[in-house]
């Protein structure tokens, strides 16, 4: 199983992000796909997650109405677009497989 994030980097407040992770050694479509963050100095925590089929999605209370999590089983890929991004976004994001996790992307959120 391998999982690499991309898209992290800085943005002003108010700014957009959009990650992907691309998944390979395993059947993509057969699994749910979560992101979660850590922050600075915080332990790591929730942020997304979508079903195999794409068909449902949840976000963590800190994200909804800001972010959304989507997937393309065609290419392997989950995605985590991020609207209105604010400094306590600033954190790096992981990918996540039952019992797997990418090496994360940092994202900077500063004025």
């Known amino acids: 199983v391998k999982l690499v994030e991309s898209g992290g980097g800085l943005v002003q407040p108010g700014g957009s992000l959009r990650l992907s992770c691309a998944a390979s050694?395993?059947?993509?479509?057969?699994?749910?796909m979560r992101w979660y963050r850590q922050p600075p100095g915080k332990e790591r925590e929730y942020v997304a997650i979508?079903?195999?089929?794409?068909?449902?999605?949840d976000y963590a209370d800190s994200v909804k109405g800001r972010f959304t999590i989507s997937r393309d089983n065609a290419k392997n890929t989950v995605y985590l677009q991020m609207n209105s991004l604010k400094p306590e976004d600033t954190a790096v994001y992981y990918c996540?497989?039952?019992?797997?996790w990418g090496q994360g992307t940092q994202v900077t959120v500063f004025s």
């Open positions: 996540y497989r039952s019992g797997f």
């Open positions: 050694g395993f059947t993509f479509s057969n699994y749910d």
């Open positions: 979508i079903t195999s089929t794409g068909g449902s999605t």
